[in-house]
Every structure is written in C-alpha cells, then in structure tokens.
C-alpha cells in the first residue's frame, strides 16, 4: 500500500512506474492514510467509466484537453520535494499541448474525480481546492465550508465525502429541531391554566406571564404526570365498613420491626420472628378495632408474611403500593384509608411513617428479635381502656401523653391513681353507711360476690373481663373449625379462579384474569350497609 | 427485606454465580449455533462443540464479572449511604460502566458509565412502573363472620 502510493506520488504521470507496482489493486488506492480525519475517500465499489473508451488512453487518463481557466499551483500538503517537484510536473502545460486538438495526456484530478476514480491527496490538493470560489455558492451548499472561517479555505484542503455533509446537515437540523421542541415544550407546558377548575387546584401557582409564574406551571404540571407513582394505588384503599365486622375504632400496623424481626445467618439463611404476644395481641383486639397491617415493603415481598400471620382473613394488609412516595420516603397517609380521622391509632416505629397525621401515631421503638420483649402486650390495657369508655376523639387521648412519654407505663400511673381513688371513696362510703352495708350474711349465703368487691372494680375492668370471654370463645372456636375455615376458603379460591385458562394471546386481548366474583348479596342485606363517616 | 436474596457482603457471590451462569448458558446456544453454521458439513456438531468450549465460558466470565463488579458497588454504595432505594443500582451501575472500561481512557470509561447507569435507571423504572401497575387493587375483602364473636 503505502509503496503503491509513493509510486504513485513520485512519478504518477510516468506509465512505466505504474507499470512496475506490484499488483493492479493498488494503481488507484482506495483508501487514504492522512492526517486529517475528513480526507476520507470512499472506497470504490465499482468502476465508473462513463467516458467512451475512445477517449480514455489505456491507463486510464483522461484525453480531452484541459479547459484553460485552470491555474496549477504547485503547492502541496504534503512536505516531499520529490510530491512538489512531481505535482507541478503534470499541471506545467506540455508545449505539445497547446495544439488543443491533439489529445494530450493530462492528468486532470477534477475529470478523474467524476469518473469515480480518486485522486492522490498531491493532485486534488492542487488543483481543487485552491480554486477561488468568487460567488460563494460553494460555501452556501456546503455546510461543512460554511461553518469554516472565510480566508483558510485556501490553507483548508480538506476532502469532504457527500457521507459527511448528509451528516453534518442532519446533525443541524437536530440540533435545530431539539432546541426548537425544547422551547416549545415550556411555553406549552407553562401555559395559563385553562379551566377555573385548575386554577382552584393549584392556588399557589396564579395565571399571568413571567418567568417564576411559567416555571412554577412547568413543574406543577410534571409532577401530576408522576403522581401516578408517588401516590397511593386507591383513593380509598378500605372498603367502606358492613354490618357484620363493624367495629368502632381502627388499629394501624407497622409490620416490620414491630411485629415480626427478619434476620439472617449463614448457617439458618433468612428466619422471621413473631413478637411475643403478637397473636393474643391481634385476636384480642380484633373486638374493639379494625386491624389493618400497612406495611411499606411491596407487596411480592411482603403479602407471604402477612398471609401467615393472618391465614383467617381477619385482618386488612396494605403494602407499598398504599403508600405515599414523598421526599425519597414512603409515608402512610391515613386520610387515604376511608376512615373517619378521629377514630384511627396508628403504632409505628419510623418517623416518616407518621409525618403526616403525628397526632394519631403511637410511636414505638423498632423491635430487634428479643424474646423477652413485652411492649407490643404493655399497650393492650391503654387499647382498651379507650374502647371500654368509647372515646369519641382517639387523638384527644394520645395528646393527654407528654410528648416522648412511655404510653404503658403513664397509662399504668393514672389506672393506679384512678384505683387508689375509688378505693378510698369505698372507704368512706362504707365508714359513713356502716357495716353490713355490703349484704353481710344474705349475700355469702347467696354466693355474690360481697358488694365491696363487685364495687372496686373499675368499668374498665367489668369490659375487660367481657372480653377474655369473648376472646376464650373466638380461640376456641379457630381451634376446633379452623381447619375447615381454610378448606372452605381454598374451595372458594378454586371456584373463583379455577377452571380458567390463559394464554399469551388472551394476556394481550384480554388483559389479566379476573375473578370470578360470587354474585353480590340481596338488595335487603345491602341495606343494613352502615353510612361511611364524614372525616 | 428481600427474603430471595442474601444480606451484602454474600450477596455479590450470588450476584457473580448468577451472571456466570446467564452468561455461560446464553454463550452455548449462542456460540453453538455460531460453530455449527461456520463449520463444514459433516463437522459442524464437532464444530459447535468446540466452538462452546472455546467462548461459552468467556463470555460466562464476562458477565460473570460484571455481576461481581455490579453487586461491590451495590453493597458499597448502600453501606455508605445507609439507604435502601433505586439510587444505589443507579449509582453502582455507574461505577461499574466505568470500571470495565477504564482500560480504554477517561472518555471511553465516562461513555460506559454514563450507559451503564441509563440502563439501570431504565430497569429500576420498569421494575418500580410493574410492581405498581401488577398491585392488585383493594378488592372489597370478605372479612369472615363465622368466628367473630359480636360485642353484645
């Protein structure tokens, strides 16, 4: 290659020395080594010769004459004395020549150029580039000119391929393109708001012209796009409450960290634990409040655990998708659940879990899986006490607790004050009635209980005792019949989405399977639905 | 709290053994096909054969690293920031991009960075888009009757 090309620089114009290069793909080199990265000439595909032969000498030279507006300048790139001595010796008009009849071999680089066959860097160097160009049209139709200095066109020799200018025009009109649909883009964006009904909905971002005004737009705007992610799945993510689980209160949940700790060992690999109490914990109170388990894993990851914790469907569980993404947190907002504000206790462990209602939060401190934990049962007492009195503000109770408090313990303190006190209003009452006020003979006969017993107890504590009954029967009851509670549900399970076959094509037409849901109960059972409350 | 995966420091073994074993599968029938069209008939099961002997594991090996890199940088990139959220893969995805292509200078590492971490942003985006679009709704839950006892 490169001695076919020196060959060709030191004596092109001599046949003899093309004669002697050592195989014929290298006559007419089909690819340029320079220093420039524009001077790439394409390589030849194929020979185009539209010149009849008869015009052509054999070595492939054009024939016809020279038009004479041609200056030669023997000045090359390229810094070989032997490239400038032979570049000017083709250009110097031979004297045979200037008979313009008699066909002389030229090499004219711009003819060899439109027959497809490239020329040396030398020939082109001299003879093309350096023409003077007095109406500019070149540099109007080539962008790649254009965007060069005027004056240096004549130091500038560069080849350019029509490939490079198709991609340097393409390039602008991107470029153009891209800046024109940016700005086009804002001013849409930032628009006035159309309707009164948006203009209501965001109060802090009037209409009007400016650039705040435009940007706060822009960015209200965008952010409604994301809210499909950061905002909870449902606008009531709890189903409006029935007759037949109604309960007054609401208990949220955190799971994890509170309920059950997850740990890992090489030896045993992952391992979850329940907190101690956590089943008389939940069965308990499942009485008094509506349990719902809000977790923020997702749902994949966390309904297993749930599952198990709940396999008799007694229990709400809301996942991640429940959650408000916001500020690189997930928050439970507790007015997406349905319920009336007043009525709902949150126990979580994470502050940014109860960044939005801190009234209603009971907050706990993370549990690290130690067996001898006894905070989730402490709460039970205060849980329902609440609902004994039935409370009409829940948020009301947890604001009489000094901030930073332990509830169990300042709960325990006022039930040991509130006992004392009628422990001593007992006493005087019987000091100021006398003795044999409690029934004395009558009643120990009868088996009561003497009055001053059934007298000291709290009502707290007549609706405690209620409640171990009904929570002895409700175990009792999953005992014996829990088995055929989860027969009966996996029956159900299998007639709502048995039988049911997909397929990818029906996936795409059809969308995921639905179940087949049983019908709704009769009109006369839906009436006895209760009103949802009014937050 | 992903109970399918093991804590930091194992997990980048997993993450290599996995990637290992994608990409040295992927390279048989890749590879395999390749050896057994490129070779003369009546030699091409040989041909495949040596083909996957020769570059299955190679490639295995390559994916296997990135794997490896990808899940350092993950745990590194978490221990430092103490933090669970898309930004680590995004983060390590980026150090890995640009680890692989060091070899090749500070703008071809910059590129395979910056491609890098695009394409785990995009695979973060899809996995967070899916797991919101694939959440079943709250259904009207049937909370059964049978075993509650009434207040009354």
Known sequence: MIAGRAILRSSHANLQSLRALPSPTLRYPTRFHSTSSLLRTPRLRRCNWPLPLSQVSHRGYATTPLPKEQNPVSETSSGTSESADSAGAPQEPNPDAASAEEPVPRFDPRTLLDQGIPPTPDQYNTSLATKPD?????????????????????????????????????????????????????????????????????????????????????????????????????????????????????????????????????????????????????????????????????????????????????????????????????????????????????????????????????????????????????????????????????????????????????????????????????????????????????????????????????????????????????????????????????????????????????????????????????????????????? | MDHTRDPCPWVIFSDFGGAFSMGAIGGAVWHGVKGFRNSPVGERRIGAITAIKARAPVLGGNFGVWGGLFGTFDCAVKGIRKKEDPYNAIIAGFFTGGALAVRGGYKSARNSAIGCAILLAVIEGVGIGLGRLLAPPPLPQQMPASEQGSLA
């Open chain 1, 134 to 535: 007095p109406t500019g049209s070149e540099r109007s139709r080539d962008p790649i000119k254009a965007a060069q200095p005027r004056g240096s066109g004549g130091g500038n020799n560069e080849y350019v391929s029509s490939t490079d200018r198709k991609r340097a025009r393409l390039a602008s009109i991107l470029f153009v393109s891209i800046v024109a649909g940016t700005i086009g883009a804002a001013v849409y964006l930032g628009r006035n708001w159309e309707t009164q009904a948006e203009l209501d909905a965001h109060p802090d971002t009037p209409n009007g012209w400016g650039p705040l005004l435009f940007y706060n737009r822009i960015s209200a705007r965008l952010t409604e796009v994301l809210d499909y992610y950061n905002l909870p799945i449902a606008d009531k993510l709890l189903p409006d409450p029935i007759e037949e689980t109604y309960r007054p209160y609401t208990l949220v949940l955190s799971l994890e960290d509170m309920l059950i700790h997850s740990e890992w060992t090489r030896e045993h690999g992952w391992r979850t634990a329940k907190r101690p109490g956590l089943e008389y914990f939940l069965t308990y109170l499942s009485q008094y409040y509506e349990i719902v388990i809000f977790t923020s894993q997702p749902n994949p990851i966390a309904a297993p655990i749930t599952a198990k914790l709940d396999p008799y469907h007694m229990y709400y569980q809301l996942f991640r998708e429940a959650t408000k993404y916001k500020g690189g947190k997930y928050i439970k907002d507790l007015s997406y659940l349905n319920r009336d504000l007043s009525k709902i206790i949150m126990i979580d462990t994470k502050p940014e879990a109860w960044s939005e209602q801190p009234e209603n939060a009971i907050k706990m401190k993370p549990w690290n899986g130690d067996p001898r934990d006894k905070e989730l049962i402490a709460l039970l007492p205060f849980l329902e006490f609440i609902a004994a009195m039935q409370h009409v503000d829940l948020r009301e109770d947890l604001k009489s607790f000094p901030e930073g408090s332990h509830i169990p313990t300042e709960f325990a303190k006022r039930d040991a004050i509130a006992r004392a006190e009628l422990k001593k209003k007992l006493e005087e009452e019987r000091k100021s009635k006398g003795q044999g006020a409690g029934g004395g003979l009558l009643a120990s006969l009868l088996g009561l209980q003497p009055k001053t017993q059934r007298e000291e107890k709290l009502p707290q504590d007549l609706v405690r005792e209620r409640g171990q009954l009904w929570y002895d029967q409700v175990s009792r009851n999953l005992k014996e019949h829990g088995d055929e509670i989860l027969e009966a549900d996996k029956k159900a399970q299998e007639e709502m989405w048995g039988g049911q076959t997909t397929s990818l094509s029906r996936l795409l037409t059809e969308g995921m399977p639905q179940p087949q849901i049983p019908p709704l109960p009769s009109s006369e059972e839906q009436s006895k639905q209760l009103p949802v409350s009014k937050k």
